[in-house]
């Protein structure tokens, strides 16, 4: 049981080029996020996903595509990135998605767009 | 809306001290859930806590407690006889169960615990 894993672990990017970072779980966690943090900013909601084929949006979805095509994989797309992308980026999982539910979070993706 | 204030951005303090990390936020739900996390130096987030807004009964794990007082808003985290290992960046988040469930946490922007020897 790998839990929940992210790759890569590091990446610098140009400004303008895309990329996706990749999150899976083998929890068989129907609920998926994925998160940024920033220094002094805490951890910040990108985008998360209920299930299977469905996917909203946090607090800064902005610059960021997800799409959930299996309960596994949640993977989160940079279109064409920028400077303020720059983060460290966290998916994360849980059983139900419920608030009693415990969220798992993956090692993160740093991340640096020069 | 919701938010979550750590109001102390880096503590500082010797081995064997008592610590304790304020968390105070705000939401209009009255059914709600607060967690804490642990980032240690390596990156990883790990859970510590989860309390629901019905259960305001304090709790203890080992040299860790916590004390939810929902007259003020808050849920502390004390670490009794403090260590080196808990040199950390401690986070506390919320949940509102009417905000469709965990996945939705809302961070403060967390604490940096220095434990010297």
């Known amino acids: 049981n790998a839990g929940v894993t992210q790759t890569p672990k590091f990446q610098v990017l140009k400004t303008g080029q895309s990329m996706t970072l990749q999150c899976a779980q083998d929890m068989n966690h129907e609920y998926m996020s994925w998160y940024r943090q920033d220094p002094g900013m805490g951890l910040r909601l990108i985008h998360y996903s209920v299930g299977a084929g469905i996917t909203d949006q946090g607090e800064v979805p902005n610059g960021y595509n997800v799409s959930r095509s299996t309960t596994e994989d949640f993977p989160l797309r940079l279109l064409s990135a920028a400077p303020s992308q720059t983060s460290v980026y966290f998916c994360?999982?849980?059983?139900?998605?419920?608030?009693?539910?415990?969220?798992?979070f993956g090692p993160g993706t740093r991340l640096t767009v020069l | 809306a919701q938010k979550v204030t750590q109001a102390q951005t880096e503590i500082s303090v010797v081995e064997k001290e008592d610590v304790t990390l304020d968390c105070v936020y705000e939401t209009r739900d009255t059914t709600y859930y607060l967690f804490w996390y642990k980032q240690p130096p390596s990156g990883e987030l790990v859970f510590l806590i989860r309390?629901?807004?019905?259960?305001?009964q304090n709790e203890i794990s080992g040299r860790y407690s916590w004390n939810f007082q929902k007259s003020t808003s808050s849920f502390n985290f004390t670490i009794t006889a403090s260590q080196v290992v808990d040199s950390a960046v401690y986070f506390c988040?919320?949940?509102?169960?009417?905000?469709?469930?965990?996945?939705?946490?809302?961070f403060g922007k967390g604490t940096k615990l220095t434990v010297n020897p």
């Open positions: 994360a999982s849980s059983y139900s998605g419920g608030p009693t539910d415990t969220q798992y």
């Open positions: 988040a919320l949940s509102e169960a009417g905000q469709g469930g965990s996945e939705k946490l809302v």
């Open positions: 309390r629901n807004s019905f259960d305001e």
